[in-house]
Each structure stands twice: as structure tokens, then as C-alpha cells.
């Protein structure tokens, strides 16, 4: 739910067509240059009938520092041509049938930057057998909309 601001100043809720068709295609390759390093490689393309075109493109590095342990920096890109139903704060016309102020929904380009860290040893985390993976990773996430995000997350496995 977005409240729209209308070029005379009245206000109405977003409206949107019923429908909407997706189509994201995408292609994962994974190369082991050796024993220690993996280059991790995606792209993904995205369209969709509200005129949204997407390009994303990601690459993770995870480096094996023995045999339980790893670390793994990423990197990804993405760029979007915005719907043609969004205009900014106050710039709808109130003609317009479709409109939107969301800028998830706009032209935009984002950049996630980070690394984690793996560990994984044999007799369990901590020596608890029943955990034995932690995954701990950081990103920084920006946005040209001006979304700026720091993520922390973190992964526990148990057998």
C-alpha cells in the first residue's frame, strides 16, 4: 500500500493492474580454479509486462583456508528500468489510470557488497556435534533511490 501525491496535491492509494507477468531467466556456473578457490558466477535477466527490465549480476569468491574453515567475499549488481506507472512524490497526473510512488517500482541500480565466514569442523561447533556448520556474513547493501542497508546474517546447521 503506497499513498500517491497527485501534480494538483490530492492524494489517492496506489493503483496497479490486476495482473502481472514475470519472466526471470537466469544461468549459475561455478568454477574451481583448485583446491582453495571457487569463483561463484550469476546473471539474471528480468521482464515484466508493467515495463520493468532487469539486470543482475553476482560474484562470490570463497576461499578455503583449511579444511573446516573458509572465507567468501561477494559482490552483485543490479540495474532496472523503472514501470511506466511510477512518477515521484507529487508528480501523477490525476488522469493517469495506473500510478505508483513505490521505488522499488522505479529506475534504480544497487550494489551488495560483503563476505562470510564458514566453519565447519569435524567434531562439531564448539564441540557440539549437533552443529556443525556457523555461517556468519555481513553485507552492505546501497541504492541510487538513496536505501542505504547494512545486513548481518547468520546460518546454523544441525545434523
Not at 495482473?19 to 561463484?40: A, E, H, Q, S, T
Request: aromatic share 20%.
Amino acid at each position: 500500500y503506497q499513498r500517491n501525491y497527485f501534480v494538483d496535491g490530492s492524494l489517492r492509494s496506489e493503483t496497479l493492474p490486476d495482473k502481472r507477468y514475470k519472466l526471470p531467466i537466469g544461468v549459475r556456473m561455478n568454477y574451481f580454479l583448485d583446491d582453495r578457490f571457487v569463483l561463484r558466477a550469476f546473471y539474471r535477466y528480468y521482464m515484466d509486462n508493467w515495463g520493468i527490465r532487469a539486470h543482475t549480476a553476482e560474484l562470490e569468491v570463497p576461499v578455503k583456508i583449511n579444511s573446516f574453515f573458509s572465507i567468501s567475499p561477494f559482490y552483485r549488481y543490479n540495474t532496472q528500468t523503472g514501470t511506466r506507472y511510477f512518477a515521484p512524490y507529487g508528480q501523477h497526473q490525476v488522469s493517469d489510470q495506473y500510478f505508483t510512488s513505490d521505488y522499488d517500482l522505479s529506475t534504480l541500480s544497487s550494489d551488495f557488497y560483503g563476505a562470510g565466514i564458514r566453519f565447519a569442523p569435524p567434531k562439531g561447533v564448539f564441540g557440539w556435534q549437533r552443529l556443525n556448520v556457523l555461517e556468519l556474513r555481513y553485507g552492505h547493501y546501497s541504492r541510487s533511490t538513496n536505501l542505504v542497508s547494512n545486513i548481518i546474517s547468520l546460518n546454523l546447521k544441525f545434523k
